[in-house]
């Protein structure tokens, strides 16, 4: 069968796509890591994530733009006197008409009826007022005049029922004794409610006689008044927003509505109820309006009431109140204030910070706030050393091979063969992968198992000499401030991630020094914030890496020092921080002490020189010398690859060409 010449296809648009893939969790597990590497706390860099939003997905500042573009549109679109001007028009006419049958009229009572329109007050309100007991001769001209009393009612309905200006057009006065009776029914069920004395089975009667005036569609009287006190208080707040001559004029009006004071009152003892049994609406807000389109008085209602749910939705798309989670999003109004497209994008970023929260890579802690987990740190740890072996196998024509535990004892792990390995295959995981793959093929009774070359796991193996590791990390003002903050942060990642997962055996203390030092462990040294904090302590970094290796004395000692400063203080007796600049003569000479110390343990230094300084660079190879280590001096972005590799190197004795770096 041909395709349909006139068939069109578009954006899924009722609700979410039900072809669309789920939610992807990596694009964001990304940014919230990278944010989190720079210093914001995991629960910041969700929210900043959430606003931002991905590549294909929008956030909720894209959303807000919308509400606050939609905002706009309405206040400088509309003006709040279309009444009036309505008002003054009819009256205009009827006037014109009425000028015009007099004029063909001889009588005196003509002359009179003249004298009377001539003087009419230049107020509207007044001249309706002052008119409402003439004697008009003219049909049109008292149509017109009726009209306006007709439309006054219709409108002061219409500001508390939506859609009754429309619905009482052309009423009776059956139809306006049917609204009063409506009314005054109203109040009662109101009233019987604010005492208790209200029942479920008078709602419901009520309801029965009366829901056509209420598309809401009320379940019960709560909901009814939260809807009526919603449209009564947005009517307040139009009334607020017209001049002081608008509203003494509306006032006036007002009293002329369907030519009854009965409907007044009711409305009246409507408007009591409300404020009395809502007084938590705004009933004394405005707002400012600039355009050129005017408003009815129902309109104009419907625009205020719009202004205060897009508000609401500011508010709930800002976030910033305490306690605030995406769930508190209404789609509903999202949907009706700014289409369906924007409540799909809502909820789609509510399902993904649900999964976030529900995938395992972010915990609470005991204080209450938000972690990377352990799941989420070996994610990023993987990432992180799979970037330092790709650059490790570009500048030294090495494969990462080495990253995988060569020429030593079983593990007792596995991993997928990648090209270049020489470990021994490990024969029940590469024929439990092949039975798996193809458990759904027929076979013949006798034929071989086929393996592919993707079933093939080999033998995980770790070198035979464990090493105590130490990195220690500056973690002065100064990385913050040159950009070297986050770079740190991951190389300690990559090679937290490799001691972990190839070789276990090995014991690493991170180490991280500013004005004083303290070891850590990787989710610490992850979640750590730059603060302003002058002073280089290096000489109590390396006291506490002398800890580590004597807690280790039968380990091959790695010392790895990253920095880009000299060292600027040190540790006192008392356990307080001496800080000097330039550096004091015996904050170098303690270092140089505890560096002796560590050295005599047999440590393989390397320092890691970040920067140009030339008194940074005199002072670390002086200390590289003392030690019989070496100084690297790597681009930021191939820090990781320097210490990944240099700690490599140490460990099994590699020998590394430093130009290379």
């Known amino acids: 069968m041909s395709r349909p010449s006139n068939a069109r296809y578009g954006r899924y648009r009722d609700g979410p796509d039900p072809l669309a893939p789920p939610v992807d969790l990596a694009e964001a597990l990304d940014a919230i890591s990278e944010d989190v590497m720079t210093g914001y706390s995991p629960e910041r860099a969700l929210q900043e994530f959430l606003r931002r939003g991905g590549r294909q997905q929008r956030g909720l500042d894209d959303l807000a733009g919308d509400v606050a573009r939609r905002r706009r549109q309405l206040t400088r679109r509309h003006r709040l006197d279309g009444t009036l001007q309505e008002v003054k028009e009819l009256l205009d006419r009827a006037v014109l008409a009425e000028r015009k049958r007099l004029a063909r009229d001889l009588d005196d009572e003509a ?108 379940r019960n009287v709560d909901e009814l008044l939260d809807a009526l006190a919603q449209r009564a208080a947005a009517a307040q707040r139009m009334f607020n927003s017209m001049s002081a001559d608008q509203r003494r004029e509306l006032m006036e009006l007002s009293q002329q509505a369907f030519g009854s004071p009965a409907l007044a009152e009711s409305m009246g003892r409507l408007d009591a109820n409300l404020r009395a049994m809502r007084p938590g609406e705004d009933w004394s807000g405005s707002s400012q309006f600039s355009g050129e389109q005017g408003l009815g008085l129902g309109d104009g209602t419907g625009v205020l009431q719009e202004l205060a749910d897009l508000d609401d939705l500011a508010e709930q798309l800002g976030q910033s109140y305490p306690g605030a989670r995406l769930d508190d999003l209404d789609l509903d109004k999202l949907a009706a204030h700014l289409g369906d497209e924007a409540a799909v994008d809502a909820r789609t970023l509510t399902q993904l910070e649900k999964a976030l929260r529900d995938s395992g890579y972010l915990r609470r802690s005991t204080d209450g706030s938000l972690r990377l987990s352990p799941k989420a740190m070996r994610r990023l740890g993987k990432a992180l050393l799979k970037d330092a072996a790709t650059r490790l196998s570009s500048r030294q024509g090495h494969r990462d091979a080495r990253l995988a535990g060569v020429a030593g004892e079983p593990s007792g792990a596995s991993r997928a063969w990648t090209f270049g390995d020489t470990e021994p295959w490990d024969v029940t995981r590469t024929l439990t992968n092949a039975l798996q793959r193809g458990a759904g093929e027929t076979r013949r009774p006798g034929e071989p198992v086929r393996i592919d070359i993707r079933d093939v796991e080999v033998t995980e193996t770790e070198a035979r000499t464990r090493a105590a590791v130490v990195l220690l990390v500056d973690t002065s003002f100064s990385m913050a401030t040159e950009g070297r903050w986050v770079p740190m942060k991951r190389t300690a990642l990559a090679l937290h991630h ?36 002058q002073g280089t302590n290096l000489h109590h970094a390396l006291l506490l890496a002398g800890r580590h290796l004597r807690r280790h004395p039968s380990s091959q000692p790695v010392l790895l020092v990253v920095t880009d400063g000299e060292p600027t203080a040190h540790l006192m007796g008392d356990g307080e921080a001496f800080f000097d600049y330039p550096p004091h003569p015996l904050s170098l000479s303690l270092t140089v002490t505890e560096l002796d110390a560590v050295t005599r343990l047999g440590a393989q230094t390397t320092f890691f020189q970040l920067g140009d300084d030339p008194g940074l660079a005199r002072f670390v190879e002086q200390m590289a010398r003392r030690a019989g280590g070496s100084v690297v001096h790597p681009d930021l972005d191939d820090l990781g690859a320097a210490v990944v590799g240099s700690y490599l190197g140490s460990r099994w004795g590699w020998e590394r060409d430093d130009d290379l770096w």
């Open 498 to 533: 490799l001691v972990s997962t190839r070789f276990r055996g090995d014991s690493l203390q991170l180490v991280g020094f500013g004005r004083h030092a303290r070891a850590m462990d990787i989710e610490q040294l992850t979640a750590l914030e730059p603060h302003y904090e």
């Open 111 to 218: 002359r009179f009826s003249e004298m009377q329109l001539q003087t009419l007050p230049r107020s509207t309100a007044s001249a309706v007022s002052q008119l409402s007991s003439y004697d008009w001769r003219d049909a049109e001209a008292r149509e017109n005049f009726e009209q306006i009393r007709d439309l006054l009612g219709r409108e002061a309905l219409d500001q508390r029922f939506s859609g009754m200006k429309q619905a009482l057009e052309g009423a009776t006065d059956a139809d306006r004794e049917a609204v009063k009776q409506m009314l005054d029914d109203l109040n009662d069920l109101l009233e019987a409610h604010a005492r208790g004395d209200d029942t479920t089975q008078q709602f419901e009667q009520f309801m029965d006689t009366y829901g056509q005036y209420f598309p809401e569609n009320p």
